[in-house]
């Protein structure tokens, strides 16, 4: 299969790419610099030199490179700017998907979040709507994250994945990175707030599987939703930070509810080399 790979320089892209290639697929990925064409180049994958705004070249580079399949792994977090990466979600994936279109592409496989659900008790599976009535500055990242998804279902085989919180080495939860920095300077408080959190080379796997699945959203985190009172503290062992103070009388929020993965582990196949972050934390 031939794989065009939207953000194969980013935190996912980058192991995304051998993933493929060990597997036998064809890959263009698409970078906006030359050098980064080069380096990719040098990794065995072709380069498509585009950006993704400028939808008359990304057509171009699109048709030309005449792929199977688009995997949008596109994300704009370098200046912690939700309304930068919410705009990425929402142009950046209408400029692909109309490329796509126009170059007779049958399917896609594009990055989301298991975060945007509305509120509940227990943890969100696929079919529970997102939040759309969230209030700001959430509302931002709800409402690109649901631009997001409605555009590539308009492609004829489309696959979302939900992503719980990435860690792992070059993502914000890691030693030297930005959550560690900010647990050792003693900036976190854990509270009763429940996340999902997935093992950024857990969610490359799931990326390539899904190129076999069916069109769907599928919920990518681990098996272990967990409020910051449970997941706060082992995180800052992990980075060498001291316990971080405790919240006391906040209630959870009740859109912060994690992420239920059973879809992608029993109807999938898909099982997280770390079921947990208990021991994903300190595996490096």
Do not use: K
């Amino acid at each position: 299969m031939h794989v065009f790979l939207a953000g194969a320089t980013g935190v996912l892209g980058r192991r995304i790419v051998p993933l493929l290639m060990a597997q036998g697929h064809r890959v263009t990925g698409l970078v906006r610099t030359t050098a980064n064409a080069t380096a990719l180049r040098a990794r065995g994958a072709e380069a498509a030199v585009a950006n993704v705004y400028d939808v008359d070249a990304l057509t171009r580079v699109m048709r030309t490179a005449a792929p199977d399949v688009v995997m949008h792994q596109l994300t704009d977090l370098g200046a912690l700017d939700l309304e930068s990466n919410a705009e990425i979600r929402r142009s950046g994936t209408r400029n692909l998907v109309d490329a796509a279109l126009a170059a007779d592409v049958a399917g896609i496989v594009a990055q989301s979040v298991s975060w945007a659900y509305e509120g509940g008790d227990e943890p969100a599976a696929e079919s529970t709507p997102l939040d759309l009535d969230a209030g700001p500055p959430r509302s931002t990242t709800v409402s690109g994250v649901a631009a997001l998804e409605r555009i590539v279902r308009e492609m004829p085989h489309w696959v979302v994945l939900r992503y719980g919180v990435l860690y792992g080495p070059t993502t914000w939860y890691h030693p030297g990175a930005l959550m560690a920095d900010r647990a050792v300077a003693g900036e976190l408080t854990a509270d009763a707030d429940v996340s999902s959190f997935v093992h950024v080379d857990d969610a490359a796997n799931a990326a390539v599987a899904a190129l076999a699945w069916s069109s769907g959203a599928v919920n990518i985190c681990d098996n272990e939703p967990a409020s910051g009172f449970e997941w706060l503290p082992v995180f800052c062992e992990s980075v060498g930070a001291p316990r971080p103070r405790t919240a006391t009388g906040t209630a959870r929020r009740a859109w912060a509810r994690g992420a239920d993965n059973r879809h992608a582990r029993e109807d999938l196949g898909w099982t997280p080399s770390y079921p947990s972050w208990r021991s994903g934390f300190t595996a490096g």
